[in-house]
């Protein structure tokens, strides 16, 4: 299959269906391990915090600052390097960074080595998504872009259901340790063949009016354009910035999905833990009921959420946000009774509903971004956005929930007698942690002490683990407010965004 033909006379190349396929289906891949490997911490974490004997607020870091503060800050200069440079050069150096680090991980002997490690994962995959939503941008026209971000946005569930089932089993079957070798290796093969098979394509190919091709497309003769100025990076920045928090439908966007995040991230930390305290399970039992049940939810609604964006933009710009709006509302009643339900068969059964419809926020998300900005900002607005989204939901998320949980936890090992969880909201922070710690390292009662001891830390750490995650949750609806307050005026806005590029409606 050729990878491209070029029309007569235009210099600019067509690529076929089917190789604009394959550059996406390898960019899935990339993002797939990319959450394998960020997100197995959730499903080996109670393995690494009874082994290590830390709390959940040290999970919680593990899991979401430590990786976030170098993933966060590295975005945006990455961002602008694949404005002017290889994307696909870029995007494979960094599969290659973070997969090393992932495969250290195993090797790590203390939380704080760890955590070194995990900061290492972070540089590697910053150089991932804003070149990936670049090039998905060049290579699919405005009206498919929704859809093809929720395409590469799959990648999200699909590797976190992989990332649970494979880590559940090999940490039950070997270790934790094993688990991070395994998932850290392939990373290498992925970034290989994408080197090896995406063309770089002109910048804004898929746009409706031609636009210059990138310096590898332009022929010796022609001057090589100038370096640029310290000044020139602060406007392109402060373009993009503008458009993000200065436009008030996108800025209600960003607002919409950096809350979802924060709710998936710190929620989804404790999910696989909350099912082996509160029914205990083994790891390969939960790794495959939350793998294979609530990943197949959460993929089905990725997909979905774009190509019903879509199809439902035909009749109004504001379905961008009222899709996300609507479907983060209605999964909010599931999760909740997925954390009240008696059994793990009953909890199952809300598993698969809660992703149907939180996850169509997705493409429609990304999609209203990469639209609202010009080509050559394309990479440094996703790196912007995910600035702001990750410094505060996957940074903050993760570790604000497991300290809540912490709180809870020496909250109801002390108060037993109080189990509701506005009482112990209002009272959890004059509790001490410390005391909770001592009496249960890592949760769990010494080996030494008796069944009520054995008891009392054990129904303290579920109690507190359901409460801390359905908390954690409810912020997801106070980004759907936003999503709401988006969808009024985003179709001046965006019509305003095409009227500044001269594009046709």
Partial sequence: MSKSTTKAGAGKPVYSDGYKRLVLVLLVTAYTFNFIDRTIIASIGQAIKVDLKITDTQL??????????????????????????????????????????????????SFATLAFYRFGVGVGEAGLS???????????????????????????????????????????????????????????????????LIKEPPRGHSEPEPHPTLAEDVSPDEPA????????????????????????????????????????????????PYFIRAFHMSYAQVGLMVGLIGGLSQGVGTIAGGFLTDRLARFGTRWHALVPAIGITLAYPFIVGIYTAPTPTVAAFFLLLPGLFSYTYLGPSFGIVQNMVPTHRRATATAVMFF??????????????????????????????????????????????????????????????????????????VLATRQGVILAYAVSLWGALHYLIASFGLKTAMAKARADRGEAD
């Avoid at 976030?68 to 696909?88: D, K, M, N, Q, W």
């Avoid at 993009?240 to 924060?262: A, D, Q, R």
């Fill in 388 to 461: 702001f989204l990750n410094l505060i939901a996957l940074g903050g998320g993760p570790p604000i929930t497991g300290l809540v949980i912490d709180h809870l936890a020496a909250y109801h090992f002390a108060h037993p007698d109080q189990p509701g969880m506005w009482a112990a909201v209002q009272g959890m922070f004059a509790s001490h942690v410390a005391d909770f710690q001592a009496a249960c390292p890592g949760g769990v009662a010494p080996k030494t002490a008796d069944a009520a001891a054995k008891a009392a830390c054990s129904s303290s750490l």
């Fill in 130 to 196: 804003p070149p990936a939503h670049s090039l998905i941008s060049d290579y699919y026209e405005p009206k498919k872009r929704a859809s093809a971000l929720s395409v590469y946005s799959f990648g999200i569930p699909l590797g976190t259901m992989i990332g649970a089932v494979m880590g559940g089993y090999l940490a039950q079957n070997f270790s934790w340790r094993v688990a991070f070798f395994i998932v850290g290796i392939p990373g290498v093969l992925i970034a290989l063949l994408i080197k090896m």
């Fill in 60 to 109: 919680g870091l593990l899991g979401g600052l430590y990786f976030a503060l170098l993933y966060t800050f590295l975005g945006i200069p990455l961002a602008r390097l694949a404005e002017r440079f290889s994307r696909v050069n870029i995007i494979s150096g960094a599969i290659v960074i973070w997969s090393a680090f992932t495969a250290l991980c195993g090797t790590a002997g």
């Fill in 225 to 272: 354009k100038p370096a640029p100025t310290l000044a020139q990076e602060f406007k392109e920045m402060g373009g993009v910035i503008k458009t993000l928090f200065g436009v008030w439908p996108v800025l209600n966007v960003v607002l919409g999905v950096t809350l979802v995040s924060f709710a998936g991230y710190g929620g989804g930390q404790f999910v696989q």
